[in-house]
């Protein structure tokens, strides 16, 4: 069992509904407005699937899997190298908690801190390394997508907008269409 929430626009509300209510065995969806006004967040708890079920995937759930997605070496094709990354990330953390205004580190941040983990967690799986980077990774991608939800436009959402339910099953495709799409407009 697990906990979900979704921050939508109520025009995507019923899709939403549709899509969880189709992929897992859900308690009664509870909806609650958004702190913006222009969305609602959606409330459930939902059990995993019978594992066999998984087997009899349709063409659909196939189109929102990883093949959905940019390749890793598509879209970090261009990304500087990963000591560069982690010492970008440092400092700009830095920057930001020493500022005498409180400033807060922008989406660059978050796409860019995800992307990294990301990359290092791809890293480890090609070593055949088991040692949770993946979760870490996917935890930065939730992040991403959270602030993502919580603002308007600056993402592409494409394929799949942060409230999409392929986004939220694939975290890190998600980091990895932004980051696409980010870098090739550097």
Same mark, same amino acid.
């Given at each position: 069992?697990?906990? +979900?929430?979704?921050?939508?626009?109520?025009?995507?509300?019923?899709?939403?509904?549709?899509?969880?209510?189709?992929?897992?065995?859900?308690?009664? +969806?509870?909806?609650? =407005?958004?702190?913006?006004?222009?969305?609602?967040?959606?409330?459930?708890?939902?059990?995993?699937?019978?594992?066999?079920?998984?087997?009899?995937?349709?063409?659909?759930?196939?189109?929102?899997?990883?093949?959905?997605?940019?390749? =890793?070496?598509?879209?970090?094709?261009?990304?500087?190298?990963?000591?560069?990354?982690?010492?970008?990330?440092?400092?700009?953390?830095?920057?930001?908690?020493?500022?005498?205004?409180?400033?807060?580190?922008?989406?660059?941040?978050?796409?860019?801190?995800?992307?990294?983990?990301?990359?290092?967690?791809?890293?480890?799986?090609?070593?055949?390394?088991?040692?949770?980077?993946?979760?870490?990774?996917?935890?930065?991608?939730?992040?991403? +997508?959270? +602030?993502?939800?919580?603002?308007?436009?600056?993402?592409?959402?494409?394929?799949?907008?942060?409230?999409? =339910?392929?986004?939220?099953?694939?975290?890190?495709?998600?980091?990895?269409?932004?980051?696409?799409?980010?870098?090739?407009?550097?």
């Amino acid at each position: 069992m697990f906990d +979900i929430r979704i921050i939508c626009d109520p025009a995507d509300e019923q899709d939403i509904t549709r899509a969880l209510t189709a992929a897992f065995e859900c308690d009664p +969806i509870q909806r609650r =407005p958004a702190h913006n006004g222009h969305r609602v967040r959606l409330y459930t708890k939902a059990f995993h699937p019978d594992p066999a079920a998984l087997l009899n995937d349709t063409p659909e759930t196939t189109e929102a899997g990883p093949t959905a997605w940019p390749a =890793p070496e598509d879209a970090y094709a261009t990304a500087p190298g990963i000591t560069y990354e982690i010492a970008w990330t440092a400092s700009t953390a830095r920057t930001a908690t020493e500022s005498p205004h409180g400033d807060d580190v922008d989406r660059e941040y978050w796409l860019r801190k995800a992307a990294l983990l990301d990359r290092i967690a791809l890293e480890h799986e090609a070593d055949g390394v088991r040692n949770g980077t993946d979760e870490i990774a996917a935890h930065a991608a939730r992040q991403l +997508i959270e +602030i993502d939800q919580d603002t308007e436009g600056d993402y592409s959402g494409a394929p799949y907008g942060p409230e999409h =339910p392929a986004t939220l099953a694939h975290p890190r495709g998600y980091v990895r269409q932004e980051y696409a799409r980010w870098s090739d407009n550097q």
